[in-house]
């Protein structure tokens, strides 16, 4: 999977956009998925390490469970460790992806 896939996955819904927030800056490539409605983040999109990665929001006790079983899940980089986790594609099951994208979303909306 690539960038472009990842972010067309995460575009779920209509109220779910794309977005450059970053742009002229040292991380204009990260592209932050939020809602159209509320203007509120669920997803970041990068690379970090040259790996695709995502950032999710979640909740804290299942985020916990879910870095003590897939090493490919970890505190989210640059973002509240305790409601964000971060996604290593790459090594991701597609269902679980899918499973993690939607919770965030619903987590935001």
């Known amino acids: ?5 990842l972010i067309q996955m995460c ?13 002229d800056k040292t991380y204009d490539e990260y592209a932050v998925i939020r809602h159209k409605s ?5 997803a970041l999109v990068f690379y970090l390490d040259e790996k695709l990665c995502l950032n999710l929001k979640c ?12 090493e490919f899940i970890t505190p989210a980089w640059h ?5 964000w986790i971060k996604v ?8 679980l992806l899918k499973n993690l994208i939607q919770n965030s979303y619903n987590l935001t909306k």
Request: with cysteine; aromatic share 10%.
């Open 59 to 70: 909740e804290p006790l299942d985020s916990a469970i879910l870095r003590d079983n897939y």
């Open 79 to 83: 973002m509240n460790k305790a409601h």
């Open 11 to 23: 575009l779920i819904t209509k109220d779910a956009i794309e977005t450059y927030p970053f742009k």
């Open 1 to 5: 999977m690539n960038k472009n896939d």
């Open 88 to 95: 290593e594609i790459e090594k991701c099951p597609l269902d």
């Open 38 to 42: 509320n203007n509120k983040w669920f």
